[in-house]
T-cell receptor, first 117, second 110 residues
Framework: AQKVTQAQTEISVVEKEDVTLDCVYE???????LFWYKQPPSGELVFLIR??????QNEISGRYSWNFQKSTSSFNFTITASQVVDSAVYFC??????????????FGKGTLLTVNP | DGGITQSPKYLFRKEGQNVTLSCEQN?????MYWYRQDPGQGLRLIYY???????QKGDIAEGYSVSREKKESFPLTVTSAQKNPTAFYLC?????????FGSGTRLTVV
């Protein structure tokens, strides 16, 4: 069974602080994808990143960076110099595709990030 | 542009009535999914379908039903057997590890 754990339920920071959102996953599949989504108050899910299980390179996109470590089954997300607009719920998810089958996407419970001015 | 359309955005129903939520995609994706989200909670899988005319129960299927008669459509019916139907419902589709989500339907049962 697949499982995603986001241990931090809520995080509150002051603007310009760096913040890291933790994600730990469990799967027996050798091929899988890891995702991060942002959910603003309007409710839609905003796709942030997809990482293939065979690609452990860290990625940076502007103020966002992701650290994927297969050895610890973790896929952490860091926001550098946080801004008020970063306030949202962030979800880590595990899914994928193999042999013609699309995996169901399993979500963590999410982390509510509040960035205060 | 390709995407997923969920309608309506807000839905109100009286307790005891069945209600059907629409989900249509024009991405030619084989797989489709329904998730439920409660306030302060993550997304839980209700039903999913890998191909037309086939679907499987997710983690919280009780009180829900689906159909997949066309590749583009995966409607979800919330039946009167669902004890706490008030929630935010998200539909998604996927192909080759890429997932697309609709904008959701907020269902309120009074």
């Amino acid at each position: 069974a697949q499982k995603v754990t986001q241990a931090q339920t809520e995080i509150s920071v002051v603007e310009k602080e760096d913040v890291t959102l933790d994600c730990v996953y469990e799967t027996r599949d050798t091929t899988y994808y890891l995702f991060w989504y942002k959910q603003p108050p309007s409710g839609e899910l905003v796709f942030l990143i997809r990482r293939n299980s065979f690609d452990e390179q860290n990625e940076i996109s502007g103020r966002y960076s992701w650290n994927f470590q297969k050895s610890t089954s973790s896929f952490n997300f860091t926001i550098t110099a946080s801004q008020v607009v970063d306030s949202a719920v962030y979800f880590c998810a595990l899914g994928g595709w193999s042999g013609g089958s699309n995996y169901k996407l399993t979500f963590g419970k999410g982390t509510l990030l509040t960035v205060n001015p | 542009d390709g995407g997923i359309t969920q309608s309506p955005k807000y839905l109100f129903r009286k307790e005891g009535q069945n209600v059907t939520l629409s989900c249509e995609q024009n991405l030619n994706h084989d797989a489709m999914y329904w998730y439920r989200q409660d306030p302060g909670q993550g997304l839980r899988l209700i039903y999913y379908s890998q191909i037309v005319n086939d679907f499987q129960k997710g983690d919280i299927a009780e009180g829900y039903s689906v159909s997949r008669e066309k590749k583009e459509s995966f409607p979800l019916t919330v039946t009167s057997a669902q004890k706490n139907p008030t929630a935010f419902y998200l539909c998604a589709s996927s192909s080759r590890g890429g997932y697309t989500f609709g904008s959701g339907t907020r269902l309120t049962v009074v």
